[in-house]
């Protein structure tokens, strides 16, 4: 399977940005569409962003349209979150996951099979 590890959460600032990643274990992850989560407390995970095998086609979630950026470099079995003017409404668990399936764009939480355990962005204001 695939093993997923995220980084780069903490806490900022409203307005501010950070830039999460989630390094994957094996080669296999070049095969593997990969998407980001969140998840605020007392609420379902939700869709962010998701980003096709080689990362030539992206989409993301409309609220973070225009902010966020997600990426990928295969060579380092990374793949990335920039996030711009964060909002106290972005607060939340993030999750990168990875899809055992067709290279695509994934956009529901169970289209996902391997999933990291999560880093926590904090947005103050």
């Known amino acids: 399977q695939v093993h997923l590890v995220e980084r780069g959460g903490g806490l900022v600032q409203a307005g501010g940005s950070l830039r999460l990643s989630c390094e994957a274990s094996?080669?296999?992850?070049?095969?593997?569409?990969m998407g980001w989560f969140r998840q605020a407390p007392g609420k379902e995970r939700e869709f962010v962003a998701a980003?096709?095998?080689?990362?030539?086609?992206?989409d993301y979630a409309d609220s973070v349209k225009g902010r966020f950026t997600i990426s990928r470099d295969n060579g380092k079995n990374t793949v990335y979150l920039q996030m711009n003017s964060l909002k106290r409404e972005d607060t939340a668990v993030y999750y990168c996951?990875?899809?055992?399936?067709?290279?695509?764009?994934?956009?529901?939480?169970?289209?996902?099979?391997?999933w990291g355990q999560g880093t926590q962005v904090t947005v103050s204001s």
């Open positions: 094996g080669r296999a992850f070049s095969w593997n569409p």
């Open positions: 980003v096709r095998r080689f990362g030539d086609s992206t």
């Open positions: 996951a990875a899809a055992a399936k067709p290279d695509n764009l994934y956009y529901s939480r169970f289209e996902y099979d391997y």
